[in-house]
């Protein structure tokens, strides 16, 4: 019996749910960036809001806008100034209101008059910001770059070079360098035949060469004299134009006003473009081809492939759950200042403000006169904050440096919030009061609610649409806020844990992804890495080549830049002060990334999920067989054998069970779990692929001896479990090395579960067999596998996947109850382990629900089992998912009679693989098809 609130209880099917029912409704304006709404095609993103003055405001990203130091920057804003503005205070019948309407993918926009319109949409074909007036007197757009013929100092951004800190290394003392340099952009006179805006900014080699300095630091110069190796920063040119409708007069060279009031609409328009070209003309040539081919709003053909493109987006799949009351009474309206403040602030580790000049080791500019808990040293540190323009917080630990030193925030949530050592303070004098926050809506729409916006947020920042000439540079989700941050001035550009990628973290949107019928938001990931395998393989040959002339293949890190390197600050390559010279070129100096692989196993499994949903042949003749031969080829020539199975060492349990330096038998782990499961999840799944599409006999047969010598998962006597009784699966093999570290903040010994799903419902169900499952459970429950539910932390998928009800329904719960904090954005959630508007946290609740709902198995047959983790008495779900074999499934469940209608399964011959394994038997499935 669920052991939940009764008031939970009480749903039903709302059978007219429609995408409309989770429209985002503010009807007051926002205080700063920090309440900006967003809008994107997966190519271009603008965040959107109307301030205090009624100025509405278009922050733009774009997924390529990689600068010399590969740091993802914003295009700049565009401020437009209406008469009368579209907010006013004074207006006695207030009619303001700004709407994220979802199925056209728009910002509406009504004035206090009422009569003021504004509409803004990114075309999902072209990727042009759009912008529609309507009932005004004037106005004036205006171009906003902070970075203009300026350089700006990013050593305090925590996106330079480096990884966490942020800091690259600096040669002439031999430490990290405490400046990085964001270089000017610069406007772009065009002739056009029409007023045009434009500017750009192109990356010089001269001021700064990230990609050959790493190359060169990393043993790896080898890669810039071969010709296959990928550079996307060189030369790379990023941009945009803006232009309007004959209305539109140009006023100077970054602005342009209304020649006359616009009772019907008059449009603008922004074009973007990116490419790397050997000159500046090139580039010159690309953006004026673009403006010369899109029309500025009004447009209805355009406006109508756009509307027509959302309508199918959204009917790819949902998963609605319901209760008693109509979803339209609980419109995310908002009617106070739009920010729900806690009563004290949660310190955010990736939102710290220094600067490498102030006391306390750059954490605030002065010490306290007399330590912490004093109330003199909080009012000191209160003072401090308060004129600190972007300070919105502080904590004070007695324990940390004397209690004299407090640490300063952009904003509050979460990532210490256990830590009772710290006390947090949020600094009410910044902002206007907030009125206590509104109820949170029934857990079922709020689930709903935030899985929905989540999804249209992954599709924003996902980067589906290419940069470049011909649209084909790719690039991955930007796990740290996606292209999607909405950072105060003066630092719009800023972005905790740096311009690379982790592999821990970038993941988790792309399994949510398949089940969604998203699968071509996963191409952009699989073209990366496919971009990044050249250098791949000359980094096996670099690093280990000189001890074995055989080894071939390549292998992909944990933490990795754009172009495939480590993080410049993991290695230290040329810094003495940091790195220790006798160490090979291989070992990296942090620890927790040394040997940390496990990405280039877990790459290829969703590649198979995107090829098994897809069946697209020609994507894994083009990306997948190569990355995944590759992968294979390092593992066969690069590991020996050892009692006839695959000896993996050295390695590391992803970051926590990690190895001494050099490394022996005695202080580091063999075959860690994520990679012994990976492999025997991945290696049947290439072998039936390539059989069904032809692929070589002799690269069958690796694939099968590799299968063949894997070594089983590694598993321990559970002494926690109830009489002492069953197993527990392990971080690698024991017993453990004695001097290895062992532990950290990740479950490596719950990865036969999420990600690689050899430990699920279905699984059990088609091996008549549990013997997987139930490890897996008592692993979770008795074996720490239960690590906390926030962020990218997993145990609310290895619930849903384990057939545990109560803990997956109690933690999707929570997941969709954690609120914005300083954001607006319903789901702009705080940075918790990465930034700011967080990826991983809902995309984990997303993936958990799909996975209570229906599950698939990865053999031939791919049995889909239905609810095996549902909360049978608690919800009921209308839903419209994809499964593998490009199988498409339509349903209800309705808790209160216990009935399951599957109205329509596309093939119907996949009939046959529906089975039942919870809430309901077989015989009571009602096929409506």
Known sequence: MLLLSAALSLSVVALSTTVSDFNVVWNTPSLDSLGAMPVGNGRTTANVWVDASGDLILNLGLADALDENSNLLKLGMIRVRTVPPLYDPGEQ??????????????????????????SVWVDADTSAVNLVLSGVDGATASLVNWRLNTTIDAGNFANGWGGS??????????SYAEHVYIYPDS?????????????????????????????????????????????????????AAMYGTSLWEKVNETSFKLSAPSKDSTGLVVVVYSDQTDSLNEYKEGITSSISSITPPP??????????????????????????????????????????????????????????????????????????????CVSEVAAMCNSIPSCGSFSLSANWRAGVCPQLYFDGPAK??????????????????????????????????????????????????????????????????????????????????GPGQWWQNVRLPYYAMMMSGDTDMVIPLLRWYLSLLPLAKVRTKAWYGKDQPNVSGAFFHETTTQFGTLMASEKGYHCPAIRNTSWPVWWAGNHAINLHRLGSVELLMVAMDYYDYTSDANEFMTSILPLSTAVTDFF????????????????????????????????CVSNDMPTVAGLHAVLPRLIRTGQSLNISKSQIQKWTTLWKLTPALPTLNCTQCPNSTGMIFAAAEVPYAPQAKLGGSETPMMYPAHPFRLASVVQSYEDNNDTFRSTGENTYNYGGGNNGNSGWQQPIINAAYLGMVNDAVTQVIERAQMIPHSMRFPTYLPSLQDFRPNEDHLSNMRIALQGMLVQSSDSEKHTIGLLPTWPCDLWSVQFKVNLPKQTIMEGVYNHTTKSLKITMLDPPSRKGDVVPLGCVHSSHIQWQL
């Open 299 to 376: 447009n209805a053909q355009a406006r109508a492939s756009h509307i027509s493109w959302w309508n199918s987006f959204f009917n790819r799949s949902y998963i609605y759950l319901s209760d008693d009351e109509d979803y339209e009474q609980k419109q995310s309206a908002d009617n106070g200042t739009g920010y729900i403040k806690l009563d004290t602030t949660v310190g955010d580790q990736s939102a710290f403000v220094t600067n490498n000049l102030w006391a306390c080791g750059g954490h605030a500019p002065h010490e306290c006169s007399v330590p912490f808990p004093s109330e003199t």
């Open 416 to 497: 210490a919030e256990k830590n009772s050592e710290w006390v947090y303070f949020y600094n009410s004098s910044r902002v206007p009061p907030a009125p206590p926050p509104s109820p949170l809506p029934p857990a079922p729409f709020l689930i709903t609610r935030q899985a929905l916006l989540m999804r249209y947020m992954d599709l924003c920042s996902s980067g589906r649409i290419g940069g470049g000439k011909n649209n084909d540079h790719y690039f991955a989700l930007k796990y740290n806020g996606g292209i999607l941050t909405s950072e105060e001035s003066p630092k719009q550009d800023t972005r905790s844990w």
């Open 93 to 118: 019948m207030q009619k303001f209101m700004q709407m994220l309407d979802l199925p056209t993918a728009t910002i509406n926009i009504t004035g206090s008059n009422g009569n003021s319109k504004v």
């Open 636 to 667: 066969l020539s690069h590991y020996s054998i050892k009692n006839g199975s695959i000896d993996i060492w050295p390695t590391q349990s992803l970051e926590g069970y990690n190895c001494g330096f050099p490394p022996t038998r005695e202080n």
């Open 165 to 174: 800190g942020g800091s690259f290394c600096n040669d002439t003392s031999g």
């Open 187 to 239: 406007l772009l006179p065009l002739e056009m035949g029409h007023p045009v805006v434009s500017w750009y900014h192109r990356n010089d080699p001269k001021r700064s060469n990230y990609f050959a300095s790493t190359l060169r630091e990393q043993g790896l110069a080898a890669g810039l004299d071969n010709p296959d190796v990928v550079d996307r920063l060189t030369n790379r040119t990023f941009g």
